[in-house]
């Protein structure tokens, strides 16, 4: 069998992931090789091959043309590995210490050759389990500085960005954010999902018009402003991690967006780490909220005034302008996000695990109530200093 | 010859123009036809080509692979006729009576064949010989309505619309309104070009670094914010218009931009012409801003009403905050554009017409002062009247 020649997509067997691997020549000629698919199912089937004499592995990442989420199943483009493969080689450029390195891509199989990082943790797992990782958000801080500048007009020659749009023009997997977090989450839609004892809540929030017009501009947002090249969904389930290792995987997501959103997608998964464990253990989860902040400006703002090719970011006032717009994003998309992961089709372990029901409701009805207080609030909190002085008064009755 | 056999780029001539339209069958088999080449040169050629028989006749449009604009030449891609044509064709969907008819597209010759609307006057032509086009507002007011709203998130499918801006990425046409509008006359750059007695004023207007802050705001949107389909480039020298005709022409500009560009430039070369004139003839101009605004708002309001797609256009305020938003970018790019057209590389015949050289002058230093006028007070000015009392507290002084 000739994998690498055939024209037309098939899913891989592990007996034609190791073939693969043999063909591209990505181990010694007298490896054993073991194969197991490690792959949750859903989205992609993950290949993990090792050759178990010298222990070196790789990763075979192959997209299945449908999603299945709950039970549900739709059909999804297989485009998305190439984005994937296309956005992992981007971060590459920035900081190919913090993304796993790709050796090799096939846009017909949907596949990714990638580096194993099967030593590191999930890091919302490792969180639920009182990992701190240490260095975590000076990590994304840095990651998120130097990603989302290079590939922003900040950075490049506007021809050469509004190339990088269209290469990222990623509609299906955009429908599946402005559903699932944007929009369903806000209304009474079949896609949700929430316990019986939240529901006074939840229809507490669907009546409110105010809120829905706020949710509405940040949406607005989401499908019209095409800052920079995103990951798409960085939330600490695409973050392995280690005590003194971070890499960020899955950016199927890609797309040009808000800076705002990727940066409050991770605070809000933060937060919900937060809020699901005991007030007095919180504090290392708000220093991560605040280190990331801190980091994310300074290297920003270190890059803009350094590699800067945009003529008016010589301009005083800008870059503050920027920054404080980004925030802003940042506080509002946090909130939509901590919402969605509490009511929407997509939960998080870190709170669904809890599992004491009435710490559990508790927990999940903050997560509604500091959602909506920054969604309404984020034009008022003008620095991450004051975005944990508004976490910590909502969510301190507990 | 066989024109339409050949498969690379060749400029027509008159001949092979005529020989084109008889391949096409757009005439009689008997027809008499009579070709002039009538374009400027120096973007595109243009071939009227009439039966002197029945007098019927067309035009044919080709794109140039170069740019020349006061001397200067610059390679440009061929591809902006097949923007223009798509633009063309995506405007007849929902104003079919406002732009010209097109026959036939062939995107290798990079030629556009159409409705002949030589019976028309260009409106700042017309307008600069006093025509005061009673229906131009009302109808460009219903232009931008029906062609801003259908193509915009509100109205489309987001999936249908991001393949469409991804369709209408239009890089190169785009970098030269980045430079010319927002970038080039805000600078000391070699594109600029002014009379000798208005160095004091321009140079005051380098030096205001307020003012730069607020046009860095007003580019960023232009580069990142993908809004709708946007015709680009909507002054009035792009409309033909007649006593009860117009007719908006030459979309090579296309791309998916912010909704207030198109409105903030048509109203500013209305002002253009409003400034060069004398006061007392002013008021027929200023009652067009005021139509042209309030026709956009009442269709776009009744299109968003009845065939909003997007479930949040059903939340009350989303429509005003939107209409606001609008206004704001409209006030914010017709001051760019009302410096650029004084002092940049593209002027108007409005303003460099005056022939006494006092008043040429003094209308000048007037559009300067308005279109920094307008940047900086943008967010403050709430309606359309507000608008024209500013317009006219800032240049009553002539």
Not at 330 to 355: K, Y
């Amino acid at each position: 069998m000739t994998i690498l020649n055939q024209s037309t997509y098939e899913p891989l067997t592990e007996d034609t992931a190791v073939k693969l691997a043999l063909q591209l020549s990505l181990f010694d000629t007298d490896a054993v090789l073991k194969c197991r698919e490690i792959g949750d199912g859903n989205l992609n089937l993950v290949f993990h091959i090792k050759d178990e004499i010298n222990q070196e592995s790789i990763i075979i990442k192959q997209a299945l043309p449908y999603a299945k989420v709950v039970g549900e199943s739709w059909p999804l483009t297989l485009q998305r590995n190439k984005i994937e493969a296309n956005a992992l080689k981007v971060a590459a450029n920035f900081v190919p210490e913090l993304v796993p390195e790709v050796y090799f891509t096939d846009e017909e199989l949907a596949i990714t050759v990638m580096e194993d990082l099967s030593h590191l943790e999930i890091a919302r797992k490792g969180l639920i389990e009182n990992h701190q990782y240490p260095l975590l958000s000076k990590h994304i801080g840095t990651y998120m500085a130097k990603t989302l500048f290079h590939s922003s007009d900040y950075a490049l020659d506007p021809k050469v960005k509004k190339e990088k749009v269209k290469e990222f023009i990623n509609p299906e997997l955009c429908k599946i954010t402005e559903d699932l977090v944007f929009t369903d989450p806000f209304f009474d839609h079949e896609t949700n999902n929430f316990e019986e004892d939240l529901l006074a809540n939840v229809h507490d929030l669907w009546n409110r018009t105010e809120l829905k017009l706020e949710v509405a501009k940040l949406k607005k947002k989401f499908l019209t402003n095409t800052e920079t090249l995103l990951h798409g969904d960085l939330h600490t389930g695409s973050i392995f991690a280690s005590s003194d290792e971070t890499k960020v995987i899955d950016p199927e997501f890609a797309f040009y967006g808000p800076i705002g959103f990727d940066i409050g997608q991770f605070i809000a998964n933060l937060l919900l780490n937060a809020i699901s464990i005991q007030s007095q253990k919180r504090e290392f989860l708000y220093n991560h909220v605040s280190t990331t902040w801190s980091v994310f400006t300074d290297q920003f703002s270190s890059l803009w005034e350094t590699e800067g090719v945009e003529i008016y970011t010589k301009v005083p006032g800008y870059l503050e302008f920027t920054l404080q717009e980004i925030l802003e994003d940042t506080i509002g998309f946090a909130g939509c996000e901590l919402i969605r992961r509490t009511i929407g089709l997509a939960h998080v372990a870190d709170l669904d695990g809890i599992v004491d029901h009435g710490q559990r409701i508790q927990a999940k009805k903050n997560a509604l109530l500091l959602g909506q207080t920054l969604i309404m609030n984020r034009k008022n909190i003008v620095s991450i200093d004051d975005l944990l002085q508004e976490v910590r008064s909502v969510i301190q009755n507990d």
